[in-house]
């Protein structure tokens, strides 16, 4: 069946540093792919999404690109701030109607002033 | 903006007994979920409903029961609690579990211990 493994944390990185989360997923066909944020004592929030191959979603300095040669969706961004400590998620749904989401285990960011 | 409203927040239980948990949007879903959040595990889909009158097993549906009788809500309930039901629980809405968008909008979670 589908599934989604993202790297382990915790990872921790001074503030302005170059920050990459490692997503890959396995799925039949072409999955639609996204990325989840959940801040401390907050619920899950969407932060980007890829629809298609070769996209690439964005939202507040965060990228990340949807890869079908790789089936990986990579999350990166070029400069973090300590409002960025939160845990990621990396998610995938299927192409199907019927499919439902399916989320990562996570993984926690942490950034030191 | 309420959005998605989980009740309680906090709550500690004793092997066996019950619970419900309740879940409000107002942002008139059609599609609504319940997860449970373990350490290491992601988050795991426990029930979800397509409408109103409707309930559906997700991948661990035991030991849970769920009913959506208005469209706003989807209650969870636990029957008989036991300790490895110890977790933070999500309820989660989505206009459309089809392929438009698949975005979901969370509750800020339940944290349920089970002594």
């Known amino acids: 069946g589908d599934s989604v493994t993202q790297m382990e944390g915790p990872v921790t990185l001074s503030e302005e540093a170059f920050l990459t989360i490692n997503c890959t997923y396995t799925?039949?066909?072409?999955?639609?792919l996204f990325w989840y944020v959940q801040y401390p004592g907050e619920g899950l929030q969407l932060l980007l999404k890829?629809?298609?191959?070769?996209d690439k979603g964005s939202n507040k300095g965060f990228e990340a690109t949807y890869r079908k040669e790789t089936t990986s969706f990579h999350l990166e961004k070029g400069s973090v701030q300590v409002s960025d400590s939160a845990v990621y998620f990396c998610?995938?749904?299927?192409?199907?109607?019927?499919?439902?989401?399916?989320f990562g285990s996570g993984t926690r960011l942490s950034i030191r002033p | 903006n309420a959005g998605v409203t989980q009740t309680p927040k906090f709550r500690v239980l004793k092997t066996g007994q019950s619970m419900t948990l309740l879940c409000a949007q107002d942002?008139?879903?059609?599609?609504m979920y319940w997860y449970r959040q373990d350490p290491g595990m992601g988050l795991r889909l426990i029930h979800y409903s397509v409408g109103e009158g409707t309930t559906a097993k997700g991948e661990v549906p035991d030991g849970y029961n769920v009913s959506r009788l208005k469209k706003q809500n989807f209650l969870l309930g636990l029957e008989s609690a036991a300790p490895s039901q110890t977790s933070v629980y999500f309820c989660a809405s989505s206009l459309s579990g089809g392929a438009l968008t698949g975005e979901l909008f969370f509750g800020e979670g339940s944290r349920l211990t089970v002594l």
């Open positions: 799925a039949t066909g072409y999955p639609s």
């Open positions: 998610a995938l749904k299927g192409a199907s109607s019927a499919s439902k989401i399916i």
């Open positions: 942002m008139n879903h059609e599609y």
């Open positions: 890829a629809t298609k191959a070769d």
